[in-house]
């Protein structure tokens, strides 16, 4: 269900979750790795007799949230009150994706077999401590979170900042989240105009949706929109839109526009003009590429 593919969906459900901008921090910065960070992020793993206690907890945890497979038994006052903010995918979706996706250039496949380096498993696990620290925040005791995210903190000082060589196509998105910090409750309300209107052709706006997606994969663009989708999901958390909103519809007006921004100079002006001109002129900004 989670995949680098399917980031829309993905952010969808971050942006939906208490640690989910958190979550979407740690998956942006994993990106950008590259053999030269595997050493100091392999250094920072735990005792495997720490991490065994941690992931005790972890399990725990992922038991005691609601996600949206299982609200065909609860009563209708309870599921309603859940359905906002449960998840479409699962955290080990979310570890699946982070271990064959985000770190999948560490791994020797040949067809029937995956192989991975040591140093390499170890700076993933450590990864994965901090996305589980993340993704289930409110559901973790506060020590067990704290002590998840020792190994990433510690690995992020020593690496420094990260080193990200984004192309010229990314100034839309950039300014898009950039926009969406600053949105203001006048700027919200035009979003959920435009949500409302996005929501009555859902069918022709999923099309466009798939679309802009195939025209991602088949351009290898998969990190490049998995990225942006990531730091979406970190400015409607800074833009404090409020949950109903997120899953009535604003996210998925905002996601399918970057979305197509990232692929807007191989598609044509039809299906760009259907993701993106509802976005940007609810949010006040230049269509890219027109005067």
């Not at 996005?198 to 025209?215: E, G």
Request: hydrophobic letters at 50%; charged letters at 25%; glycine letters at 6%.
């Amino acid at each position: 269900m989670y995949s680098l593919v399917s980031a829309p969906v993905l952010g969808f459900d971050l942006t939906r979750l208490d640690g989910g901008a958190a979550t979407a921090a740690v998956l942006e910065r994993a990106l950008w790795f590259t053999s030269d960070d595997l050493p100091a992020l392999a250094r920072a793993l735990p005792a495997d007799e720490v991490r065994a206690r941690l992931w005790r907890d972890i399990d725990a945890a992922i038991q005691l949230r609601p996600a949206l497979r299982g609200l065909a038994d609860t009563p209708l006052s309870g599921a309603l009150a859940v359905l906002e903010a449960a998840p479409i995918g699962s955290a080990d979706a979310l570890l699946r994706c982070v271990r064959q996706d985000v770190f999948d250039w560490t791994w020797c496949k040949d067809d029937t077999t995956w192989l991975q380096e040591d140093e390499a498993a170890r700076a993933t696990a450590v990864v994965c401590d901090a996305v589980m620290a993340a993704y289930l925040r409110e559901l973790l005791p506060a020590d067990t979170r704290r002590r998840l995210a020792v190994g990433w903190l510690l690995a992020s000082r020593a690496l420094g900042a990260p080193r990200i060589e984004r192309s010229p196509r990314d100034t839309a998105v950039t300014a898009l989240c950039e926009r969406l910090r600053t949105l203001g409750a006048a700027g919200l309300e035009r979003l959920r105009a435009a949500a409302d209107r996005a929501r009555s052709d859902a069918v022709s706006w999923s099309q466009a949706v798939h679309a802009a997606t195939w025209a991602v994969h088949t351009a290898d663009r998969v990190r490049a929109a998995a990225d942006a989708q990531l730091r979406l999901v970190q400015a409607v958390d800074a833009a404090d839109i409020p949950l109903s909103d997120r899953a009535g519809g604003v996210w998925n007006l905002l996601s399918g526009a970057v979305q197509v921004l990232t692929v807007a100079d191989l598609v044509d002006d039809e299906l760009a003009a259907r993701l993106l001109d509802p976005c940007v002129a609810a949010l006040g900004l230049p269509v890219p590429g027109r005067p």
